[in-house]
């Protein structure tokens, strides 16, 4: 994902930083990564924040690194704690998603630096990962137990109420085998699986699974030797 270079003047996108300047910090920026505009989103490492998720300072002004990735980091200025930011002047690529910059909100926030928006980005409630929010945590062998319940939710954890998707539930660790799983349709983001049954004592955890999304494990579950 290309940065886009849009003429931002030197730290045009701060609105406002600690007295004495103690919102900045010198850093060294590894080589290699092309023109870096002011307002440009840095890692920890100085690496630029592709997707701003891990955003942790801003570029103050713009540095011209390079092409070779083996060549001699290059001396800079971000912008470290303590500030605010004006979001539409920051360093955002054209194809950056509203999710992105509001991940990258969430990330900066955490150093300190606080993104004002002109016009606040939205959510796009996406379906990203997996959550379990109910599984029984004991039961006894042969004995249907449950339910399990697991939601659909997109990046910031929110619940995807719209949708549908197929999620599977199966057997994550444990020594025996299970029944009552398989392949749900969520309901407005939830799947239920009314009740499982697992075949000999000892400890399990379980797993969902949907195309496309990020799988989730359960917490381990206790089963007991049937009486």
């Known amino acids: 994902m290309e940065i886009s270079r849009a003429g931002v003047r030197n730290a045009e996108f701060l609105l406002s930083e600690s007295n004495g300047e103690r919102s900045r910090e010198l850093i060294l920026i590894p080589a290699g990564q092309g023109i870096l505009p002011a307002g440009t989103l840095l890692k920890a490492d100085n690496i630029k924040a592709v997707d701003g998720a891990d955003a942790v300072k801003v570029l103050y002004g713009q540095v011209d690194t390079g092409e070779d990735d083996e060549g001699l980091d290059v ?68 004995e249907a137990t449950g339910p399990v319940v697991a939601h659909i939710n997109d990046v910031f954890g929110a619940l995807v109420n719209g949708s549908s998707a197929s999620v599977t539930l199966a057997k994550a660790s444990g020594t025996g085998t299970i029944t009552g799983g398989g392949a749900k349709a969520a309901v407005n983001g939830v799947v239920t699986w009314d009740a499982v049954t697992f075949s000999a004592a000892g400890t399990y955890t379980l797993g969902v699974t949907a195309s496309g999304l990020t799988s989730a494990t359960s917490d381990p579950i206790e089963i007991t030797a049937a009486a």
Do not use: C, Y
């Open 75 to 142: 001396k800079g200025t971000a912008v470290a704690r303590d500030a605010e930011v004006h979001g539409e002047l920051l360093g955002w690529a054209g194809d950056t998603t509203s999710d992105e910059k509001l991940l990258a909100a969430i990330s900066l926030a955490e150093s300190g630096i606080v993104i004002r928006w002109t016009t606040k980005p939205i959510a796009s409630n996406t379906a990203h990962h997996l959550q379990f929010v109910q599984v029984p945590i004991a039961g006894e062998a042969g």
